[in-house]
């Protein structure tokens, strides 16, 4: 079969003539040429900061009063999926007349973790939630466990913040938990930044 | 011996190794600008990392093909293999022995009058044009020696691609030598003095069809989108350069950069006036125009690059013997009747 023939026209032959269909190409790429870039300089210049209800690493909340809202009752370790949480209970002796249970081990394998948030359902007490950060890359296996110490260092996106914009940040060199980008201030920026792709 | 002719054999010598050496470090900048176009084209930034603005990205690029691993496959034939690189990146310097840049200046303080090209032939557009063709050579023995299917596909497929578009471009240039009269590069550019409207560009009505068909055939010539069959890594892995790494690769690549600026340089001076200013106000120097000329055809070739896609094999065979070279005879004949009724 050959191909279809197309019936023969002024109008086409003057257009393959003076390229107009390659006028019309080359017009495209150049208005893409001179329109503004949709990357995101990400480590360098930008990030973006998830929404609130992104899941990302792990965090361990207080209560006002500093206290740990652990009560180490391990409803995270029975839903969690991939078996990633290990929670060792203890007496806490420091407790005023009654001692109460408190976690002496809260470890997560970041590894296995998928993220899926079962650990945050459970909890009964809204210790444990799914934070903000996501950049768990490292060169070594130093990222892999998070400790209960790490977890309770507050994340470095505050819970007020909306989040779903992009904010200005900086390439950090952190020689113990890889590199991070470090934010230094939240400026709000065009909340829809995958709108410049048109 | 003299030392008028020693004084002279030495100029020489500093103009070949000038000519050289901007050519060996063209391909540095050009690889940058590429990738900045082909970003900007897409919406992207291109190499940002490295240095200000990605600057160094070609830098980077070149420590990376010199550190990598220079593979010669087993079965290879192993002279050719390595020979192959070469022939296709000598004739691309070679043709820079006839192209001229410029009248001559004189320079200060010695009050010696030098002129911008190594050599004024009487025929040498003849000579760029039998030059040009040897680096397809090049391309068809890395193809063969490499001893692999796709590399052999790619080497056969660029053979018959230049003795296509060869002779398309061979028409366009003796359409310029008609408008012209004279075979010299130095000549052709002297008959287009005198601002915009006496460069053969426009010399109505056939001088736009000769441009665009030595633009077209050109970009067959250097292989490059949409002409780069060769090289069509949708249904040749890489073409003739498949089994190539390291150097020998980044020669091929070299060889294309340079080609494209000689394809630039050759349609500034046959086509774009070479160094004649549009407007003949003389405010910049010669050269400059001359620079700036090519410069813009660069970007024209880089822009085509990534707005085009590439031509199936049977379209490009239906453009070279079914489009070009009869519309370049009927030129001609044109041209010829210009020439005789038109003072």
Redesign the interface.
Known sequence: MGAMKKPFSIAGLIKRIF?LD?VK??S???R????????L?YP?EEKWVPYKRFRGRHTLNRDERGKELCVACELCVKACPTNCITVVPVEDKNGRGISDRVASVWTVNLVRCLFCGYCEDACPTTAVRLGRDFELACSDKSCTFFTKEELLVPQRTPEYFKGGVIVKARLGRDKVKGVPVIVPYFEEQKPDWWLR?K | MDTAVLIEVVIIIIKVMIVAGVLFNLPIPLTWIERKVAGHIQSRLGPFRVGPHGILQPVADGIKMLLKEDIVPEKADKFLFKLAPLIALVPMFLIFVAMPFGESVTLPYVDKEITLYISDMNMGILYVLAVSGLSVYGLMLGGWASNSKYALLGGLRSAAQMISYEVALTFAVIGVVMISGSLSLLDIVKSQYGGVFNWNVFYLPVGPVWFVIFVIAGMAEMNRIPFDLPEDEGTLGAGFHTEYSGMRFSFFAMAEYIAMTSIAVLTTVLFLGGWDDPFGTGILPGIFWLMGKVAVLIYFFMWIRFTIPRYRYDQLMNIGWKILIPVSMANILVTGFLKIWVP
């Not at chain 1, 893409?32 to 990357?39: K, L, P, Q, Y």
Request: proline share 0%; net charge positive; glycine share 6%.
């Open positions: 390229f390659f190409g080359l495209l790429t150049l893409h040429t001179v329109s503004r870039s949709v990357t300089r360098d792709a």
